[in-house]
């Protein structure tokens, strides 16, 4: 069965900054990942995913991951957060279950940003 | 892509009743899930929408307390049954519109029972 971990539950970063969240997974074969941002009371937004090709994928609001096979990671990067970026990062690996894919989710990354 | 509207948004409930949430997708859909976020946690899938046959649900959800419907191609309800406060939490709709594609999650419901 697939897994994702999220190592840092909480980080805190200046505006600004420099942002990485990390994420491993788990899957037996070539995974879709995803990462997933929650605001507080709102649904998740997709923010970018890797089925194939480059390792490199630009998201929305000028996010980037890098999938490594090697390392079994897709880290979420962002070169100067803003204040709205507070929220909840979800990283997410999507395994066929038939004809379905079903997610599985990371327990989360919360991010403040300080002014 | 594909917008989610989920309803009702936030509820509570008495212990012991039970409630039905709508979630409907503005394109038809090929497969619709169910979430359970408990609050602090991550998401959690509680079963498999299929339209025309009966709900495919995860280890650990039955369909007595989860029965889930899916009449068409753009709507699915979920009933939480004989609801206890461990039943508290964020309900979430999430469609995906074909092989390969993103999923698309609705806003959440926020359910408290009391």
């Known amino acids: 069965a697939q897994s994702v971990t999220q190592p840092d539950i909480h980080i805190t970063v200046s505006e600004g900054a420099s942002l990485e969240l990390r994420c491993n997974y788990s899957?037996?074969?070539?995974?879709?990942l995803f990462w997933y941002v929650q605001s507080p009371g709102q649904g998740l937004q997709l923010l970018l995913k890797?089925?194939?090709?480059?390792?490199l994928v630009q998201g929305i609001k000028g996010f980037e991951a890098e999938f490594k096979r090697s390392q079994s990671s897709f880290n979420l990067r962002k070169p100067s957060v803003h204040w709205s970026d507070a929220a909840e990062y979800f990283c997410?690996?999507?395994?066929?279950?038939?004809?379905?894919?079903?997610?599985?989710f990371g327990s989360g990354t919360q991010l403040t940003v300080l002014p | 892509s594909a917008v989610i509207s989920q309803k009702p948004s936030r509820d509570i409930c008495q212990r012991g009743t039970s409630l039905t949430i709508q979630c409907q997708v503005d394109?038809?859909?090929?497969?619709m899930f169910w979430y359970r976020q408990q609050p602090g946690q991550s998401l959690t899938l509680i079963a498999t929408?299929?339209?025309?046959?009966?709900?495919?649900?995860e280890s650990g959800f039955v369909i007595d307390k989860f029965p889930i419907s899916r009449p068409n191609l753009t709507f699915s309800t979920l009933t939480v049954s004989n609801m206890s406060p461990e039943d508290s939490s964020i309900y979430l709709c999430?469609?995906?519109?074909?092989?390969?594609?993103?999923?698309?999650f609705g806003q959440g419901t926020r359910l408290t029972v009391v």
């Open positions: 999430s469609a995906e519109t074909g092989s390969g594609s993103e999923a698309f």
């Open positions: 899957y037996g074969a070539t995974p879709y």
């Open positions: 890797y089925f194939s090709g480059d390792t």
């Open positions: 997410a690996v999507g395994a066929l279950s038939g004809s379905a894919r079903q997610l599985t």
């Open positions: 394109s038809q859909v090929t497969m």
């Open positions: 929408a299929n339209q025309g046959s009966e709900a495919t649900y």
